[in-house]
């Protein structure tokens, strides 16, 4: 709390941080994730019906967990932050804040990289 110089600022990070849960993002991503899991299991069973070893599968399984990573989780995460930033702002406009102060408040928190710890 400390690194809020007032009650703008906090309501800004509420609000970001309110906006993942209205616009339900870690559904969208576990959505997205699921999906893909689906549509890679037919490869993983064929391998595993051809080569029935404990350590191919689990190479599999990781090999899924990266490529999940690298085209739905990174890339949805980064989206669902931008989506947060505006939406965000919007509904601590609506709650009668002033939004101008998101502004100083992100940039601070950048110069000092502080931005990674509240995602
Ligand atoms: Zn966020």
């Not at 990070?13 to 037919?42: F, K, Q, T, Y």
């Not at 702002?89 to 101008?100: E, I, N, P, W």
Request: charged share 20%; glycine share 2%; with cysteine.
């Amino acid at each position: 709390m400390d690194i809020f110089k007032n009650d703008d600022q906090v309501a800004t990070i509420i609000a970001h941080e309110l906006s993942h849960v209205v616009m339900e993002h870690s559904s969208e991503i576990l959505s997205l994730a699921c999906l893909l899991d689906l549509l890679i299991l037919p490869s993983m069973i064929s391998l595993h019906a051809y080569v029935p070893r404990f350590l191919v599968a689990l190479l599999m399984q990781w090999v899924v967990n990266v490529v999940v990573s690298l085209t739905v989780k990174f890339p949805e995460r980064r989206k669902a932050e931008s989506e947060s930033d505006m939406v965000g702002l919007y509904l601590a406009a609506r709650a009668c804040f002033d939004v101008r102060e998101a502004c100083s408040f992100y940039q601070m928190l950048s110069e000092t990289e502080g931005l990674r710890d509240l995602e």
